[in-house]
T-cell receptor, first 115, second 112 residues
Framework: AQSVTQLGSHVSVSEGALVLLRCNYSSSVPPYLFWYVQYPNQGLQLLLKYTTGATLVKGINGFEAEFKKSETSFHLTKPSAHMSDAAEYFC?????????????FGSGTQLTVLP | EAGVAQSPRYKIIEKRQSVAFWCNPISGHATLYWYQQILGQGPKLLIQFQNNGVVDDSQLPKDRFSAERLKGVDSTLKIQPAKLEDSAVYLCASAQGRNTIYFGEGSWLTVV
């Protein structure tokens, strides 16, 4: 069984400050890891994903995340927050097997960007 | 390329009534998912289809929820009878093979 824990259901940062959203996973097999963003009244949009290879992955809108196997973590960062980054962010995990993915999501982190 | 289409976007019903949500996946996507997202929680998988066959419905409350994907394209999720705790966003998603999963904008259900 796989699971995801997102530390901090609400995070507030000032515009221009570093964004750090934490995600830890549990998986009995090598995981694939994802970050999705959800803007109000919208569906989920993929920000970035880790499958294999380079552990530092870059996504859209200046976000990046680093897969750390020893820490079972996949934290999301952005050097400088923008007002448009205010949204809810979900970390998700899937296994590497099978013909189609199945995502298990964390409970989400609501990011507020203060002017 | 058109995205995942869902309707209706918003629905308010009384408890014990029934409701149905429709989803049209991205063209060519064989895999279709229905997720339930309760306020303040992450999405939870209800059912996964591969073409018109069910791959996983282990978390679908089968006493009140049903889903079908006739002809392997569109899908319908039905709730009957609805309970207050069914108030949630119902997200449809689709994928081709092990590629990126794309989500629709969701159908918001309020049960009063």
């Amino acid at each position: 069984a796989q699971s995801v824990t997102q530390l901090g259901s609400h995070v507030s940062v000032s515009e221009g400050a570093l964004v750090l959203l934490r995600c830890n996973y549990s998986s009995s097999v090598p995981p694939y890891l994802f970050w999705y963003v959800q803007y109000p009244n919208q569906g989920l949009q993929l920000l970035l994903k880790y499958t294999t290879g380079a552990t530092l992955v870059k996504g859209i809108n200046g976000f990046e995340a680093e897969f750390k196997k020893s820490e079972t973590s996949f934290h999301l960062t952005k050097p400088s927050a923008h007002m448009s980054d205010a949204a809810e962010y979900f970390c998700a995990v899937s296994d590497q097997g099978g013909s189609a993915r199945q995502l298990t999501f964390g409970s989400g982190t609501q990011l507020t960007v203060l002017p | 390329e058109a995205g995942v289409a869902q309707s209706p976007r918003y629905k308010i019903i009384e408890k014990r009534q029934s409701v149905a949500f429709w989803c049209n996946p991205i063209s060519g996507h064989a895999t279709l998912y229905w997720y339930q997202q309760i306020l303040g929680q992450g999405p939870k998988l209800l059912i996964q289809f591969q073409n018109n066959g069910v791959v996983d419905d282990s978390q679908l409350p089968k006493d009140r929820f049903s889903a079908e994907r006739l002809k392997g394209v569109d899908s319908t999720l039905k709730i009957q009878p609805a309970k207050l705790e069914d108030s949630a966003v119902y997200l449809c998603a689709s994928a081709q093979g092990r590629n990126t999963i794309y989500f629709g904008e969701g159908s918001w259900l309020t049960v009063v």
